[in-house]
């Protein structure tokens, strides 16, 4: 089993419409959780990043998260053709050891 | 601030060739990350150094691949000898000491092509 999981995609939303991405992780020890977001051809940038359990949220992304369940999510309102690319979710399993999910593709429709 | 740098941005060499990646982290980060990423298995964390110690390597896939940091501004991540399957984009990450340490900020990334 894969340590951290994401649906491939891609994932196809309207341009003003919520985009939802999913991520889940096997290490129930994992301590803190990642939301990068990677253009094509460019490196990963760090979008949002979750420690507690709940949402938290900053402009038009909101992450949740759900320990319990070992299971963390993404959200995007107002989603725009901008914000097309591929996100990658992040686990940091113990120290500074980061696992990334395969990353789900995200095209927003204009 | 210049951001992580890396050099080359792209590499072509034939099989059995050495190959150096070189990365300079960003000014007073103390830790440092090696990633490899392909389609088929992502992103992949290789090594990563704390104040120029390595502390984690166990994602190096084998002998053949070997990383340094002589210094706080400087690391180098060589493959010798070099194989197709090591064809891949290299990044550097660095991120710095304290609550924000979970903050990591990527190269640009070296695309290593292994003929």
């Known amino acids: 089993q894969k340590e951290v999981e994401q649906n491939s995609g891609p994932l196809s939303v309207p341009e003003g419409a919520i985009a939802s991405l999913n991520c889940t992780y096997s290490d129930r020890g994992s301590q803190s959780f990642f939301w990068y977001r990677q253009y094509s051809g460019k490196s990963p940038e760090l979008i949002m990043f979750i420690y507690s359990n709940g949402d938290k949220e900053d402009g038009r992304f909101t992450a949740q998260l759900n320990k319990a369940s070992q299971y963390v999510s993404l959200l995007i309102r107002d989603s725009q053709p901008s914000d097309s690319a591929t996100y990658l979710c992040?686990?940091?399993?113990?120290?500074?050891?980061?696992?990334f999910g395969p990353g789900t593709r995200l095209s927003v429709l204009p | 601030d210049a951001g992580v740098i890396q050099s080359p941005r792209h590499e072509v060499t034939e099989m059995g060739q050495e190959v150096t990646l070189r990365c300079k982290p960003i000014s007073g980060h103390n830790s440092l990350f090696w990633y490899r990423q392909t389609m088929m298995r992502g992103l992949e964390l290789l090594i990563y150094f704390n104040n120029n110690v390595p502390i984690d390597d166990s994602g190096m896939p084998e002998d053949r691949f070997s990383a340094k940091m002589p210094n706080a501004s400087f690391s180098t991540l060589k493959i010798q000898p070099s194989e197709p399957r090591d064809s891949a984009v290299y990044f550097c990450a660095s991120s710095p000491a304290g609550p924000a340490s979970d903050t990591q900020y990527f190269g640009p990334g070296t695309r290593l092509t292994v003929l």
């Open positions: 992040a686990v940091n399993l113990y120290g500074q050891n980061f696992v």
